[in-house]
């Protein structure tokens, strides 16, 4: 990603939205808002339906016009630009290929349009780019679902717009088609070197492909980052849950020393460092700590001797395992978390881990992470379906 003094010298594709808003009568679809979408980045949108991120997206292209505030496209203000006038592309998820015409004149048709004569050189290269130079005479309907995506892709960058705008273009593919052609987009958005903004409602998407992801919530940014960052970091109980499985721990601040914040939860103690509390820790107040699942080790009672020195630890009995493959998805009753998860890799599986067996939680204090506990435990949770508006 481009620093703040290379996005203001460039000038050209960064994206700023100052103070952006839409309003729908009485609906708030998008509170004001401030973003910075870096020049040559690849950029998400990420939420749940209804959480605003097509809504802003659109108010980029100049489909839908905000409330208040300014969209700038580099140097340039497009607020008030129709959509034919800003430098700007969009690749929808049904991708509105022409049935009729072949790939070659699909691509050409932004090139003909623009009354270029000369179009062979530029369209070649732009499937040779997509890799379909071999399919350019085939109509779309002979094209796979994700070669038909690529060459909507390939449609929208001939144009050379500073922005190439992608809202839920994924969505119509299945699992296996999509994970090939999230790594397909980011080749290409790689090669063309031009900022990419993508809406989307699904975390690993965002996460495969993104430089930066802006994770929205109810018409607001809740949390901006890198994919690694908000996952390690979560700043709110909805980020921590939407991106991935979180486990919660209501505790107390027993003490303070250096570095570290001494917990109480369930009658033993846990150890938060200081640097990974998104709010302040006073003796006595209350704080939520986090630990993801694949984080967290699992020692069956009998050798609970074996655990190394100052890792956190917890008691508990399972009380359900899965076996998925890659690993051993335990959920495990605790006096601190009644469904504590636990994701275990499936290297030297321990036979006595299963239900009923009384084990030892434990990890490392640095994978402990601390938040405000006023917040919604279950923020997050809910079952994402994909996005209608």
């Given at each position: 990603?481009?620093t ?7 000038g050209g594709g960064d994206v700023?939205?100052?103070g ?5 009568g009485?609906?708030?679809a998008?509170h004001?808002?401030?973003l ?8 998400a ?5 209804g959480?605003?991120k097509?809504?802003t997206l ?9 409330t208040?505030g ?8 497009v607020t ?8 700007v ?5 049904s991708?509105?290929?022409?049935p ?7 691509v050409?048709f ?5 009354g270029?004569?000369?179009v062979?050189?530029?369209v070649?290269?732009m ?5 379909l ?8 309907h002979q094209?796979?679902g994700?070669q038909?995506q ?6 929208a960058?001939i144009?050379?717009p ?7 273009p994924?969505?119509?593919?299945d ?14 958005q790689?090669e063309?070197?031009?900022t ?8 690993e998407?965002?996460m495969?492909?993104?430089?930066c992801v802006?994770?929205?919530n ?5 949390q901006?980052g890198t994919?690694?960052?908000?996952y ?10 939407f991106?991935?499985?979180s486990?919660f ?10 570095d ?5 939860a369930?009658?033993?103690?846990l150890?938060?460092h200081?640097?990974?509390?998104s ?13 993801r ?6 020692t ?7 655990i190394?020195?100052?890792r956190?630890r917890i008691?508990g009995r399972?009380?359900?395992s899965s ?10 009753d605790?006096?601190?978390?009644s469904?504590?998860?636990v994701y275990?890799q499936?290297?030297d599986?321990?036979p006595r881990l299963a239900?009923?067996?009384?084990v030892?939680?434990?990890?490392n ?7 405000d ?6 923020a997050g949770?809910e079952?994402?379906?994909e996005?209608?508006a």
């Open positions: 990603m481009k703040t003094e290379e996005t203001t010298k460039a700023r939205l100052t952006i808003s839409k309003t729908y009485d609906f708030t998008v004001p808002l401030d910075t979408v870096p020049e040559g980045s690849f950029f949108l990420l939420g749940a339906s959480c605003g097509t809504t659109r108010m980029i292209a100049g489909l839908e016009e905000p208040a300014t969209v700038h496209l580099g140097d340039q203000d008030a630009l129709p959509p034919y006038k800003r430098p592309n969009t690749v929808f998820q991708y509105a290929l022409f009729h015409l072949d790939i070659y004149e699909n050409a932004g090139l003909r349009r623009r270029i004569k000369s062979k050189k530029q070649e290269e499937l040779e780019l997509v890799q130079g071999e399919q350019a005479r085939k109509k779309p094209l796979s994700g038909q690529r060459v909507a892709v390939a449609r960058l144009n050379h500073k922005v190439l705008l992608l809202d839920e994924l969505g119509a593919l699992l296996k088609l999509r994970r090939q052609m999230q790594l397909e987009l980011k080749r290409i790689t063309v070197g031009i990419f903004v993508h809406v989307t409602h699904d975390q998407e965002a495969t492909m993104a430089d802006a994770v929205m109810a018409g607001r940014v809740e901006l994919p690694a960052d908000l390690e970091n979560p700043r709110t109980t909805f980020v921590a849950n991106l991935g499985t486990n721990i209501e505790a107390e601040v027993d003490s303070t020393s250096g570290d914040i001494v917990l109480k369930g009658g033993g103690k150890v938060l200081r640097a990974r509390a709010v302040p820790a006073a003796t006595g107040g209350k704080i939520l700590a986090g630990v699942p694949e984080k967290i080790s699992l069956h009672a009998d050798d609970a001797g074996e190394p020195e100052g956190n008691t399972i009380t359900e076996f998925i493959g890659v690993s051993t998805q335990f959920v495990v605790s006096p601190v978390c469904d504590f998860e275990v499936n290297i599986r321990d239900p009923g067996a009384e030892v939680l434990h990890w204090p640095a994978h402990t992470f601390g938040l506990a006023a917040q919604d435990i279950d949770v079952t994402v379906e996005e209608v």
